[in-house]
């Protein structure tokens, strides 16, 4: 039977979703940004397209969006509202509360959107998190600069990437830097900075049950990417790795207790120089940064197309599981370019799965059959877009909301 499918994304993503959902049979409506009119959507997938103003990148009225939802509603029976990216998460949260669609509600959303309430609520349940704190109180903030020696990271609360964190090596560094938010203050936490290796879990939920799992280490961690600029570069893992099982172990924890029960999603985690896993963050949604790519050239696992496979099981009540239809090993690297397009006979071999069709970037996802050899072939790229390719923009002044 035709169903209904809302997709809600305020950024050009989620093709394959939309694909995939009008292939099973179902109707596809997009809701988008207004600037974003003129992108290669999958318009032979989608049945009808509405547009939203931005009041700033990325932000709409949610009110207007509620709103104009409601003359939706006159005229179709919704069967699902999807967030396609961080940013919308909780558009749909609030579009599901008001006209009681199923799906994640606000309360639990905010545990895959607030970093803070995402930190709390790892803490709460005795889920390993380095040390922060809200930075609403003068008073209970320096008392945690007195207790939590060091450097610290001032992060946006609600930033789907690390351009807005701030590394703040001392107190005379932090207040300054706290002032300077002024009204936009209560947006942000503090954290301890905590050295290590950043790993990456990409999952699909069915009935709270984990479907598939995808573990990945950053060889180049976002944050420092977008501090000092550089190569982005992040390959798969062994499942059978011990770096592997241990984040198998607390991810489990971290989506169990964080209550989604079906969809996508990403999480980061940090091994601390004391051997332990750390949670940083979680997102219900698809990894970004081309992630995906990565991840079907390691195990045929298409997590977007997937994903839509999932939520058309979920509407039907039918049983959904994943089959990885290979177990190879897979890398990627993506750094800004100077040209729109950059030659790339120099990186081409026979372990190259993909270049990446981004303008003024240069982007490649690699697989071979042992992780030696994507090791080798990410150090090599690393080489050459740094000598020949790569163009650094200088990093933001002050955080961004």
């Given at each position: 039977?035709?169903?209904?499918?809302?997709?809600?994304?305020?950024?050009?993503?989620?093709?394959?979703?939309?694909?995939?959902?009008?292939?099973?049979?179902?109707?596809?409506?997009?809701?988008?940004?207004?600037?974003?009119?003129?992108?290669?959507?999958?318009?032979?997938?989608?049945?009808?397209?509405?547009?939203?103003?931005?009041?700033?990148?990325?932000?709409?009225?949610?009110?207007?969006?509620?709103?104009?939802?409601?003359?939706?509603?006159?005229?179709?029976?919704?069967?699902?509202?999807?967030?396609?990216?961080?940013?919308?998460?909780?558009?749909?949260?609030?579009?599901?509360?008001?006209?009681?669609?199923?799906?994640?509600?606000?309360?639990?959303?905010?545990?895959?959107?607030?970093?803070?309430?995402?930190?709390?609520?790892a803490k709460d349940n005795g889920i390993s998190v380095p040390e922060f704190?809200?930075?609403?109180?003068?008073?209970?903030?320096?008392?945690?600069?007195?207790?939590?020696?060091?450097?610290?990271?001032?992060?946006?609360?609600?930033?789907?990437?690390?351009?807005?964190?701030?590394?703040?090596?001392?107190?005379?560094?932090?207040?300054?830097?706290?002032?300077?938010?002024?009204?936009?203050?209560?947006?942000?936490?503090?954290?301890?900075?905590?050295?290590?290796?950043?790993?990456?879990?990409?999952?699909?939920?069915?009935?709270?049950?984990?479907?598939?799992?995808?573990?990945?280490?950053?060889?180049?961690?976002?944050?420092?990417?977008?501090?000092?600029?550089?190569?982005?570069?992040?390959?798969?893992?062994?499942?059978?790795?011990?770096?592997?099982?241990?984040?198998?172990?607390?991810?489990?924890?971290?989506?169990?207790?964080?209550?989604?029960?079906?969809?996508?999603?990403?999480?980061?985690?940090?091994?601390?120089?004391?051997?332990?896993?750390?949670?940083?963050?979680?997102?219900?949604?698809?990894?970004?940064?081309?992630?995906?790519?990565?991840?079907?050239?390691?195990?045929?696992?298409?997590?977007?197309?997937?994903?839509?496979?999932?939520?058309?099981?979920?509407?039907?009540?039918?049983?959904?599981?994943?089959?990885?239809?290979?177990?190879?090993?897979?890398?990627?690297?993506?750094?800004?370019?100077?040209?729109?397009?950059?030659?790339?006979?120099?990186?081409?071999?026979?372990?190259?799965?993909?270049?990446?069709?981004?303008?003024?970037?240069?982007?490649?996802?690699?697989?071979?059959?042992?992780?030696?050899?994507?090791?080798?072939?990410?150090?090599?790229?690393?080489?050459?877009?740094?000598?020949?390719?790569?163009?650094?923009?200088?990093?933001?002044?002050?955080?961004?909301?």
């Amino acid at each position: 039977m035709e169903k209904t499918i809302v997709c809600i994304s305020c950024y050009y993503k989620g093709y394959d979703f939309m694909d995939e959902c009008k292939k099973l049979g179902n109707k596809v409506i997009l809701i988008t940004s207004e600037n974003l009119k003129e992108k290669n959507w999958p318009w032979h997938a989608i049945d009808e397209v509405y547009y939203m103003p931005e009041i700033e990148a990325s932000v709409w009225n949610l009110d207007h969006l509620v709103q104009g939802f409601a003359y939706l509603m006159k005229n179709h029976q919704i069967d699902a509202v999807i967030a396609l990216d961080d940013f919308d998460v909780e558009k749909a949260a609030m579009i599901r509360e008001t006209y009681r669609i199923p799906g994640m509600g606000q309360t639990t959303h905010r545990y895959f959107r607030d970093k803070l309430a995402m930190r709390q609520q790892a803490k709460d349940n005795g889920i390993s998190v380095p040390e922060f704190s809200s930075i609403f109180n003068d008073a209970k903030l320096h008392k945690f600069t007195q207790d939590v020696p060091g450097p610290w990271v001032l992060k946006p609360r609600s930033e789907a990437s690390a351009s807005g964190i701030i590394k703040i090596n001392s107190a005379e560094e932090l207040w300054p830097a706290v002032e300077n938010l002024g009204d936009e203050r209560f947006k942000f936490l503090l954290e301890a900075f905590k050295p290590g290796d950043v790993y990456h879990v990409d999952c699909l939920v069915y009935n709270k049950e984990i479907v598939f799992s995808c573990f990945s280490k950053y060889l180049s961690p976002p944050m420092k990417v977008s501090h000092e600029g550089g190569v982005f570069r992040t390959k798969t893992l062994d499942k059978k790795s011990e770096e592997a099982i241990g984040l198998e172990k607390i991810n489990k924890e971290v989506l169990d207790k964080f209550g989604i029960q079906n969809g996508a999603t990403h999480s980061e985690y940090i091994r601390g120089t004391d051997g332990q896993y750390y949670f940083l963050e979680t997102s219900s949604r698809v990894g970004g940064a081309h992630i995906p790519d990565m991840v079907e050239a390691a195990t045929g696992v298409n997590i977007w197309r997937e994903w839509a496979k999932l939520e058309n099981a979920l509407l039907d009540g039918e049983k959904y599981t994943v089959e990885e239809t290979q177990k190879l090993y897979s890398g990627l690297i993506v750094s800004l370019a100077k040209e729109k397009h950059s030659n790339t006979d120099d990186l081409n071999n026979e372990h190259v799965e993909k270049f990446l069709p981004i303008d003024y970037h240069i982007g490649i996802v690699y697989k071979a059959k042992t992780a030696d050899i994507i090791e080798e072939r990410l150090d090599e790229a690393a080489l050459i877009v740094t000598e020949q390719i790569l163009n650094i923009l200088p990093p933001k002044d002050k955080p961004t909301n």
